[in-house]
Every structure is written in C-alpha cells, then in structure tokens.
C-alpha cells in the first residue's frame, strides 16, 4: 500500500547539506572568532572588549573598573561565546611581554612572563591603556560603520578607527578552519616610519621598506639568527624565524663560570618557568654534566637565569649544546594570513602597510568632512548672530508683539508678520525682510543678552574668521591627497614620539655548531621490575643494596653511561636507549615506564642487553615457523633508534633468542634444542648453524607438521645435564642429537 507523502516534507542531498553547513562554520570561525581584520588588527573578541571598555567610560584617567564587569558586559552584550574566553582574550591584551603595546592596564595578578596563571576575574580590574584609545579615537564620529550585535539589542562597530598599525605593532596568532595566522611584534617607531615611507614613495618595495623595517621586534628581546629569510619572509608572508636567548657568560666563584640568560625567546613568553624546569631536569639526568646548578633570579628588574658550569669546562661547547637541545633556542613560524572584506588573504609587508594607508585615507576623509560639516554649521550660527546683532532693537520688538515662539521663528526665517503686532510701518517693512535660516533663529532665540556686549560681538567676528580659515583648510585637505597625506603623518609622528622605544631584539646571522657530548665514563646498572618500570643507578648505589631488593627487578644489565640499553622482541625489531635518556634515580625511586622512553608499544620483549656486550657476541634467532641463524653483534650498529633485528615471513614471530659469547661460538660443546607446540622434540649440533645477515631469514631448523611451530628453543652445554621447560627441569640427554632440519620426534615431556 502506498502512502502520501507529507507536502511540508523538504528533500535534501545529505552530502550537499554536511558540506554547505561545515563550510558556513568553517567561514563564522575564519571570519567571526580566530583571524584578526587587516584594518584595525584585532580579533573580533577583542574589539568586543575594548568597545565594551569604552562604553563603560573606562579611558586612561578613570579609576580600574572589575575584570569580571568588563567580560560580563563584553559577554552579555556583544560576545556570547563563554567568560572564560573572554577573561583570556583581556589578559592577553593586558601582557607587556607579549604585546609592543599592551590595550590593556591591568590591575591586580595578570599573570606573568614565568607562566603564573592570572587571578580570578573578580579578584582583577582593569582599564584601557593609552594605546587602546589609539584604537578607538574618533569612534564616536561616524567614521566606522555599525551593525547589530547578536540579539539586535545593541551596535558595535565592525572595525575599530585604529590610528596605528596594530596589527603589524602587536602581532597576533590565530587557529582557524584549515588555516592559521602568526604575526610577529614589531617596533612601533619602525613601522610608524615605514608606513610614512609608503606614503612619501607608493611604489615602494618591501627591501626598501625593510630599511626602516629591519625584522620584527620581540617584547622579550631575543636574538635572531637567521635576519637572511626575513627579505624572503616579508615578500611571501610565509616562513620561519630562529630565535636565540641572550646569553652572557660572567666569573664566579671557585673558578667556575656561569652562563647568565638575559632575554628568553618570543615562543617561551609566558612559559620562562618550564624552561627553568627543563634546565634543571637535563642538569639532573646528566644530559649536560658540565652544568654545575641552575637557577631564577628574576625579579622586577628583568630576567637572569644562572647556569653555573662546572670548573675548566668550555662553556663554548655547552652554549652550542643548550641551543641545540633546549628552547633557548626557538623556531617561529610566520604567516602574515589576515581578513579583508571577509576573505583571508595572505599579505606581503607592503600590501600589509598599503591596507593600513587606505584604511587611514578613508578615516581621515570621513573625519574632515565631519569636520567640514560641523565647521560650516557653526559658521551659519555665528553669522546669523552676527546679522541679528545688527537688527537687535528689531528682533526686540518682533519678540514683543509675537504671542508664541512659533510666530516668532516664522517671522525671522520668512519674514511672516500677519500675526506680530509690531510698533510703526517701518519696523514691518523691515521685518517682513528678514530670511534667517532655521538654524540661525534657533540660536537667536536661545542667545543670551551678554553676546550684546561689544567684546562678544567682536568674538563672534573672530570665530567667524577662524572658521572661515578652518573651512577652507578642511577643504583644500579634502580635495588633495597630499594634504590628506600630511595630516596622517603629522599624527603618526605624534604616536611615535608617543610610543617608540629603543630596539629589542637583535638581528645577527648565526650558524649553529655542533655540540661535542663531554663524558665522564661511569658505570651503571639498569635495573627493570616485573611491570616494566626502568631506573639508572651508579654501581656503588647498586652495591650498597641489599639482597632482598636486587631480586624485586627481573632484569639487571650493568653498563657504561656511553654506552645503550638494546631491547629484542619477538616481532623481530630492535629498540636502542642511550644511557644518558633513562632518568637516573636513587635506589628507592619508582623509575619510569620503559614504553615512555622509545616508541615499542605493546610488543613483547624477549631479549635485555647492553651494547657493548651484544657487539662482541653472536644472536642465535629462532622463529616459530622453524628458521634458524646465527647474527653477528655488529650487524646491529646504528644510530637509528629502532631497527628490524632479523627478517620474518608473514605471521611469523621470535621463539626463541639467546646470545653467544665467542667462546660458546667457538666451541664444539652446544647444542640446540627445539620442542615443537604437538610436544616433537629435535636437538642438533650449533655448528649445523650458518653465520648470515640480519637481514637474512635463516635456514630450517626443523621439518614441522601442518599446523605445527616451534614453541621452544634453547642452546645448552653438551656438559649440562638439563634445562627448564615450563618451569620443570628435562635431562639434555633426553632430547637426542639429529640432523639440522630432519622432522621432530615424540618424546615423553
């Protein structure tokens, strides 16, 4: 039977409709939360606050207002998004060391530069700073469009007037849909006078803009190593930065030298404590032991973070080696994305300062002519007071004989006087005359009698001639970009005196060397507990234990501290840990997992070994499909952290793997033993083994039944008398001695 189908019903390609909706949510992250605008640099969660700010009346001169006012109002109002984001987004325009110019005057605990979280927002209060009102100047002129928030309860602007280039000052960083934006800080007085340069010359280049705009300028200082690419950089929009602390190197007590860190990279802004941390954890595991102690001792004053070496030791060298393993040395990524006319378009240096210049040419023309418009108002007031001070006595009169305000006003703009008595024929013809503008009677009805006082009336005719002089100053600004051009460099010259500050960071080409590993030989063990929880100690640590204690570790391999940990397991790979990466602990210590210190998973491990010892020795590989080889030690030399130990057919895995000493090679006395998993048994002369390749998959050890793999493999003396199988002991004379790949045979197991 068939049914009707309902007419609201509305029919949808499902895969149409999944892309069009992430594509709108993918564009609402892009344009609505992540990229910042190319006019005014900021976010749409920041413009939010400070317009949120401004409305509050918070400006430099106002007292701190409550952190937790300013996000509700933000939030309540124009950003329905979360306090929590909001609270974040003000304390990171509050952060010195993040910002060339902080928007933000923070009150209270705003963080720091170490990584210390910021207070609670009701703890906190804040107001804008000097270079927030940059921002918003002007805002109140109709220079920039509004539209309505997310409720149409209230306007916020789309953009903010900025008078500065925020954008490229600050800098910014942003995740968005499939897309990412990283805007280096620069210095104010530097981009002020590029974007000054870009006026004088259009056709300006980006290397010539690069004379005024040498590379970014990082509030935490720094070095960069690489100033080369930076020309590279500012064409593309797109490359990356190494950043390099400063580092200076000051005598100490003892003899000794100490490495004083200054300025920390722009990547660890906000993060200074876990870089401590990180020193002194790789002065702890002896990954520098030139490293003597390590401590902060910054205060208000700045950063200094003291290394001390140890005597006679070229700290050179261990600089070279803190660069390369440590974030003192740092790469940014850069990526100058931003927004214009809701697209994300990557910018070169100068199309970022030419938006900027355009920005401020349509600003500037929208003020002026807000200016023209108010002057020229004014101007017909003033002259309408001036005209009617000439016919004061009759505007008397006029007034006297009017019954309302409205005959009045009519009377003064159209010369009505059907409804004013007025006193003689000549005061009619007169009145009758008069043809004042709306404007101009208003301001007469509300003059006060001073401005009848000769000294008033002469500062009327002042002010009529000064904005006569303003109008045509307004106009001639107006009609000619140069004179346009003059006024926005006449005020950008203002904001940097303002706000230029002397170069931070420092631009010098550095190759980084390599850094020789000193080492004093130490022996080791490391000892392995049944769940896999690893530890390095000092064999005197090790000696000074008890019995009881060095049986709780199944596995103990004594070592060099130069030399590795080497891990086989029955899927045929091989793991390589340096001893100098397994942490080293005191006797009591848990240790730490042996999976978190190389990439081995779940992979079961059959084999525990140094180095050292497994170079000198042979590997007896047994799989369980029945091969058989016998593996050279240094096959197994390599840099690489895991490597495939021997070669496995599909399915196949390790049944058994014991290493030979070159004594037990030599020797005519060995014999192998194989127990299959339907209990056939084979034994067979170690000499029947080749010598192959790792890489080789050996030769038949045993002919196997269908169905059938080898479950167990030993090598013993001829002179043992048994072995463990299962954990119960089997005379070695039980399993008789036959030919290498001959069929297994039943015995009594």
């Not at 505007?395 to 003064?412: D, F, H, M, P």
């Not at 503008?437 to 002469?458: F, H, K, V, Y």
Request: charge should be neutral.
């Amino acid at each position: 039977m068939l049914t009707k189908q309902p007419q609201n019903m509305i029919e949808l390609d499902f895969a149409e409709e999944m892309k069009n909706s992430y594509r709108d949510y993918a564009m609402s992250v892009i344009i609505e939360r992540a990229l910042p605008d190319i006019r005014d640099g900021l976010k749409p969660v920041q413009r939010r606050i400070l317009f949120a700010m401004n409305e509050l009346g918070l400006d430099p001169k106002k007292p701190h207002r409550k952190s937790a006012r300013i996000v509700g109002d933000t939030m309540g109002k124009y950003h329905p998004h979360g306090d929590s984001s909001i609270y974040d987004a003000l304390v990171h325009l509050a952060e010195d060391y993040s910002l060339s110019i902080p928007l933000v005057d923070g009150h209270g605990n705003f963080g720091s530069i170490d990584g210390d979280r910021p207070a609670a927002m009701r703890y906190t209060e804040a107001r804008l700073s000097e270079g927030a009102m940059t921002l918003l100047h002007n805002l109140d002129k109709d220079l920039v469009e509004f539209m309505p928030n997310f409720d149409n309860s209230e306007k916020e602007p789309m953009v903010l007037p900025a008078s500065i280039p925020n954008l490229l000052i600050n800098g910014t960083t942003g995740i968005a849909v499939g897309m990412t934006t990283s805007i280096p800080p620069h210095n104010p007085g530097e981009i002020i006078d590029g974007v000054i340069s870009y006026m004088d010359v259009p056709n300006i280049t980006n290397e010539q803009l690069m004379l005024c705009i040498p590379g970014p300028d990082f509030p935490t200082g720094g070095i960069i190593t690489n100033p080369d690419d930076i020309p590279a950089i500012y064409a593309s929009g797109e490359g990356r930065l190494r950043i390099r602390a400063k580092c200076e190197i000051e005598d100490s007590d003892y003899g000794r030298k100490n490495i004083i860190i200054t300025e920390i990279p722009y990547t660890m802004a906000g993060n200074k404590t876990k870089l401590v941390e990180s020193l002194v954890s790789m002065m702890k595991d002896k990954v520098f032991d030139e490293i003597y102690d390590v401590r902060d001792e910054s205060s208000k004053e700045g950063i200094r973070i003291v290394i001390e070496v140890k005597k006679d030791r070229d700290i050179e060298n261990l600089l070279n080696g803190l660069y390369k393993k440590t974030p003192l040395e740092d790469t940014l990524s850069i990526n100058l994305l931003a927004i214009k006319e809701k697209q994300p378009i990557v910018f070169d240096l100068k199309s970022m300062i030419g938006e900027f210049v355009t920005f401020q040419e349509e600003l500037y023309t929208k003020e002026y002519h807000h200016l023209l418009k108010k002057a020229e108002n004014r101007l017909e007031i003033v002259n309408g007071l001036i005209k009617a001070t000439d016919v004061i006595d009759l505007i008397i009169e006029i007034l006297r004989g009017s019954n309302t305000i409205a005959q009045t006003k009519n009377c003064l703009i159209h010369g009505d006087i059907s409804e004013i008595t007025l006193k003689s024929a000549a005061s009619k013809k007169k009145a009758s005359k008069l043809n004042f503008t709306e404007r101009q009677a208003d301001a007469i009805l509300a003059m006060p009698l001073s401005r009848l006082i000769g000294l008033e009336i002469l500062k009327l005719h002042e002010e009529s001639e000064t904005l006569l002089k303003s109008i045509e100053d307004y106009e001639k600004i107006l009609h000619n970009k140069k004179e346009l051009h003059k006024v926005i460099k006449k005020r950008l010259k203002e904001y940097k005196k303002q706000f230029s500050r002397p170069r931070r960071t420092r631009l010098m080409a550095m190759t980084n060397q390599d850094y020789i590993e000193e080492f004093k030989e130490e022996d080791l063990v490391i000892l392995i507990d049944k769940f896999g929880y690893t530890k390095c100690i000092d064999s005197n640590s090790y000696s000074r234990m008890s019995e009881e204690n060095q049986k709780e570790f199944q596995h103990i391999i004594s070592m060099k501290n130069t030399d590795k940990l080497c891990l086989f397991t029955i899927q045929g790979n091989m793991y390589q840990i340096k001893a100098s990466a397994i942490p080293r602990c005191r006797a009591r210590d848990k240790g730490v997992l042996l999976q978190s210190l190389c990439k081995l998973g779940q992979e079961e491990i059959i084999l525990y070994t140094n180095f050292e010892t497994l170079f000198e020795s042979q590997l007896l590989f047994v799989t369980e499909h029945g091969y058989i080889k016998k593996v050279s030690g240094a096959e197994f030399e390599s840099v690489r952290s895991v490597i495939a130990s021997t070669k496995l057919e599909k399915e196949d895995k390790l049944a058994g793997l014991a290493m030979l000493s070159a004594k037990e090679t030599l020797e005519n006395n060995h014999k192998i033993i194989l127990i299959t998993k339907k209990k056939l048994t084979l034994g067979f002369s170690l000499e029947e083994v080749p010598e192959m390749k790792k890489s080789g998959r050996g030769v038949k050890a045993i002919q196997l039944n269908d169905g059938d793999i080898i479950d167990f493999a030993i090598c013993v003396s001829l002179t043992q008398e048994s072995f463990l199988f299962h954990e119960k002991k089997y005379p070695v004379k039980k399993i008789k001695m036959r030919k290498r790949g001959a069929k297994g045979e039943k015995t009594s197991l």
